[in-house]
Every structure is written in structure tokens, then in C-alpha cells.
């Protein structure tokens, strides 16, 4: 796509979406609002390719935020959808399949012994810290300034993704007991979370183990075992929410590269292949507090619904050793590609990466938290994303999200979006 492409029907589709649908979308994250910007209207993906309402196409880093880790319409994936529709779309009974999925997940997550199937991430979350307050008997929860674990009403403070995005620091709708009842704290801040440890007896400490919804941050060495160290002295569960780092950054996530072991884990997007599908996870003796084992209620009409389970079985199926190779050599090339042409066009930035995730921070200091992100010169991404746009290359629309490589994305896509970003960063440079 030139940067005269058309994009007729995708501004008459937003102008009746926006009559019909609070700010023409149904969810935040998918306007543009953030690089001054109408979104683009969908009609279809193909691998690493999306295709908009008008025609144009470009190559997709936003992957539907995360789960396509096999690119669009995988052939695997849509013939295992397909089969499982033709067998009926949900029955509100047990199925094998579910079995079989809850098994892939304990084979691949390391700290897994028992899985619960929701349909959301949010709900995920929000049935974990359930958990975590039944096993403990505690209220307070802490989580971490630009961490988002979906829109549960208690984990809104200081929340990343797309309340960073349009900064929204609490969410109107909560209730003071709701929020009086989380504990933020600043990532990778050991002496922050002591001071919180001192003031409050915990029920979980919640975390995203590489942080992802304020761009990338990873932690810093030490601090993820400095975590589960002061769970277990406090008490309290130290929860993952993976639902981002799961299967994507290895097989066993984010706990299996770092070696640290939670005590539940948040899991959701690849584990639905694209479809609706996400689990809360972990010890067998927490697991079975859950209802009916136990008396913790949580339930869905369509949890582990065939499709999403057939989905997810067939995504996990293509994620091999030879795959998280190939999606981290495609991470790396692309991350280096960036820095120099970053370097090159003498925009200061700094880019995070690990397999399968990266953000371009506008910055020339280190960002090893949220106050560092949100000081990221968000003009200059805006700017960014819209030249890239124009460019044929779709990036997720705010600084505080990260860009999903899939399996899909290989060398030519790579050289097609540096062409670009090359072409972007001299733009950003002589605004
Ligand atoms: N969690 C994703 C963004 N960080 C996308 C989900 C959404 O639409 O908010």
C-alpha cells in the first residue's frame, strides 16, 4: 500500500460503526485514536498479510493481539475448526477434546497440574484472584503500575494496554472497596514490593512475568525469583498471567525460560488459536477448591467450547522446537533491523525483545518500568505508525502494546516492514 491508498469503505464503515457501537469499536484497543487516526476495517488475513475493507494490504505485527501465532487462517487451524463445527458448535457438556487440551497444557507449562477453561483472559484473571482469596483468606492483591490482566474491575488501577493508551488511570465503575482492595506497586521495584509486603498481608502478588501491556519490559535478573521468594515467606500466591507470554515466548512461557515457578497461572490467546478460549491454572491442591471439587464457584456456558478447544489443539500442535527458533530468529532480525535503522536516521530509541514480542520504545533511556514508558515520546510513535500505515504496515496503534511475530512473518516480511520503517523513521526525524 502507497501512501495515496484508498480507504473509502473502511471511513463508512466507522462512520456507522461510531453510530451504532461506543467509538465505532468493541474494544478500545482497535481505534486509533492514540496516532490521531480512523481505523482500518478488516475483510480478511492470510499468513502474515491483512487485507482491509478497500483492498489494501499489509503486513500484520498485530496478529489479533496475540493468539494467531500460526499467522492468519492457518490451514490446520481452519480445517480443525471446521471439522469440529460440522460436529456441533457447543454442547454445555464435557467433551474429549477438553481433555486433551488441558493435557497440552500441563505437558508444555511447567508449574501445571490442573486446568480450569474460560472464555476470556478476564475472566481468567478474575477467577484466579477469586482463588487466591478463598485459599488465603485475604483480600489484597498487588499488581504492577502498567501490568493489564483484562478489565476486572479490581486490577483497573494504574492499568496498561488500553487504559495507557487513552490514560485512564482508574477506571469510573469501580468501587472504592474494589480498589482499595489492589496494591500497585512499580515493576521491577524489590523495594516497593518489601513496603507493600510490610503494610498488608497479601493473597497474591500478580504479575505479568515479561510485561507486555505497557510495550515490552522484561524483568530485570533476579526479580521474578525475588517474587516467588516473597510470596512463599508472606503467604501469598505468586500468580502469572501468561495469557500474553504463554506458549509464545517458549513452549512452557515465560516460567520455563525464567525458571520460576508460580503458583497459578493466567493463560489465554494462543491456547484459542484465534478463537475465544483462555484457563486459569496451577497446583492440584488450589485447582481443587474450584467448583464442583471444591466450593469456589466459577462457571461458563461456553467454557472450552469445541471450536476454541480444536483451534487451540491445532495452534499448540504447530509450535515446535524448530518453531520457537524460527519465531525467534525472525524476532531478533526484526529487532535489529530496527535499532539500525533507528540509529540510522538518528531517532533516539530503544527496542525490547524475546521471542515472539517486541516494542520500539521512543526513548534514549533504558524503560524498565511504566513512569519510563509513558515518558516515551508518544508523538514520535504516533508519527511512526502512521507512516508505517501508509507504508503497508500494520503496528499496534499505542506505545503501550507490543508487536506479536508469528510463524507466518519470515525474512521477506521482515525486509518489506524495515524497507518501511527505514523510510518512517526519516519522516519521525525531520517533523
Ligand atoms: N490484551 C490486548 C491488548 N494488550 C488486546 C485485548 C483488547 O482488545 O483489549
Known amino acids: 500500500m502507497g501512501g495515496s491508498a484508498l480507504l473509502t469503505r473502511s471511513a463508512e464503515a466507522f462512520a456507522r460503526a461510531l453510530r451504532l457501537m461506543p467509538g465505532g469499536v468493541n474494544s478500545p484497543v482497535r481505534a486509533m485514536r492514540a496516532i490521531g487516526r480512523d481505523p482500518?476495517?478488516?475483510?480478511?488475513?492470510?499468513?502474515?498479510?491483512?487485507?482491509?475493507?478497500?483492498?489494501?494490504?499489509?503486513?500484520?505485527?498485530?496478529?489479533?493481539?496475540?493468539?494467531?501465532?500460526?499467522?492468519?487462517?492457518?490451514?490446520?487451524v481452519v480445517a480443525a475448526v471446521a471439522a469440529a463445527a460440522a460436529r456441533g458448535t457447543s454442547f454445555g457438556a464435557p467433551t474429549e477434546a477438553e481433555a486433551e487440551l488441558a493435557e497440552a497444557v500441563v505437558e508444555r507449562v511447567p508449574?501445571?497440574?490442573?486446568?480450569?477453561?474460560?472464555?476470556?483472559g478476564t475472566e481468567a484473571s478474575m477467577s484466579a484472584i477469586r482463588l487466591c482469596r478463598a485459599a488465603t483468606g485475604r483480600d489484597a492483591v498487588l499488581k504492577f503500575a502498567g501490568a493489564y490482566h483484562g478489565h476486572v474491575d479490581g486490577l483497573l488501577a494504574e492499568s496498561g494496554s488500553g487504559l495507557a493508551t487513552?490514560?485512564?488511570?482508574?477506571?469510573?465503575?469501580?468501587?472504592?472497596?474494589?480498589?482499595?482492595?489492589?496494591?500497585?506497586?512499580p515493576w521491577n521495584d524489590r523495594a516497593a514490593v518489601d513496603a507493600a509486603l510490610g503494610e498488608r498481608e497479601l493473597a497474591a502478588i500478580l504479575c505479568e512475568p515479561y510485561p507486555a501491556n505497557m510495550g515490552l519490559?522484561?524483568?530485570?535478573?533476579?526479580?521474578?525469583?525475588?517474587?516467588?521468594?516473597?510470596?512463599?515467606?508472606?503467604?501469598?500466591?505468586?500468580?502469572?498471567?501468561?495469557?500474553?507470554?504463554?506458549?509464545?515466548?517458549?513452549?512452557?512461557?515465560?516460567?520455563?525460560?525464567?525458571?520460576?515457578?508460580?503458583?497459578?497461572?493466567?493463560?489465554?490467546?494462543?491456547?484459542?488459536?484465534?478463537?475465544?478460549?483462555?484457563?486459569?491454572?496451577?497446583?492440584?491442591?488450589?485447582?481443587?477448591?474450584?467448583?464442583?471439587?471444591?466450593?469456589?464457584?466459577?462457571?461458563?456456558?461456553?467454557?472450552?467450547?469445541?471450536?476454541?478447544?480444536?483451534?487451540?489443539?491445532?495452534?499448540?500442535?504447530?509450535?515446535?522446537?524448530?518453531?520457537?527458533?524460527?519465531?525467534?530468529?525472525?524476532?531478533?532480525?526484526?529487532?535489529?533491523?530496527?535499532?539500525?535503522?533507528?540509529?540510522?536516521?538518528?531517532?533516539?530509541?530503544?527496542?525490547?525483545?524475546t521471542t515472539g514480542l517486541l516494542t520500539l520504545f521512543f526513548t534514549a533511556q533504558p524503560v524498565r518500568d511504566y513512569a519510563a514508558a509513558a515518558a516515551c515520546d508518544l508523538e514520535a510513535h504516533a508519527a511512526f505508525c502512521r507512516a508505517m500505515l501508509e507504508r503497508g504496515v500494520y503496528l499496534p496503534p499505542s506505545q503501550f502494546e507490543a508487536w506479536f511475530p508469528s510463524l507466518a512473518h519470515g525474512e521477506q516480511e521482515v525486509e518489506r516492514t524495515l524497507a518501511a520503517a527505514r523510510e518512517a523513521l526519516a519522516e519521525v526525524s525531520a517533523r
Not at 508449574?111 to 476470556?120: G, I, K, P, W
Not at 477506571?171 to 506497586?185: E, I, L, M, Y
Open 40 to 76: 482500518l476495517f478488516v475483510a480478511s488475513g492470510a499468513g502474515a498479510e491483512l487485507v482491509d475493507v478497500d483492498g489494501n494490504r499489509y503486513v500484520d505485527w498485530v496478529m489479533s493481539w496475540g493468539p494467531l501465532a500460526a499467522g492468519h487462517a492457518h490451514p490446520d
Open 111 to 120: 508449574s501445571v497440574e490442573m486446568v480450569r477453561m474460560t472464555s476470556s
Open 166 to 185: 487513552q490514560g485512564i488511570p482508574a477506571s469510573p465503575g469501580v468501587t472504592a472497596a474494589q480498589a482499595a482492595d489492589t496494591v500497585v506497586v
Open 217 to 353: 519490559v522484561p524483568p530485570e535478573p533476579g526479580f521474578l525469583p525475588f517474587l516467588r521468594e516473597r510470596a512463599t515467606q508472606t503467604g501469598a500466591l505468586l500468580v502469572f498471567d501468561e495469557v500474553i507470554s504463554g506458549f509464545r515466548v517458549a513452549a512452557g512461557g515465560a516460567q520455563e525460560r525464567e525458571g520460576v515457578a508460580p503458583d497459578l497461572t493466567v493463560l489465554g490467546k494462543i491456547i484459542g488459536g484465534g478463537l475465544p478460549a483462555a484457563a486459569y491454572a496451577g497446583r492440584r491442591d488450589l485447582m481443587e477448591l474450584i467448583a464442583p471439587a471444591g466450593s469456589v464457584y466459577q462457571a461458563g456456558t461456553l467454557s472450552g467450547n469445541p471450536l476454541a478447544t480444536a483451534a487451540g489443539l491445532a495452534t499448540l500442535a504447530l509450535l515446535d522446537a524448530d518453531a520457537y527458533a524460527r519465531l525467534d530468529r525472525t524476532t531478533a532480525m526484526l529487532a535489529e533491523g530496527l535499532e539500525l535503522a533507528a540509529a540510522d536516521a538518528g531517532v533516539a530509541a530503544r527496542v525490547a525483545s
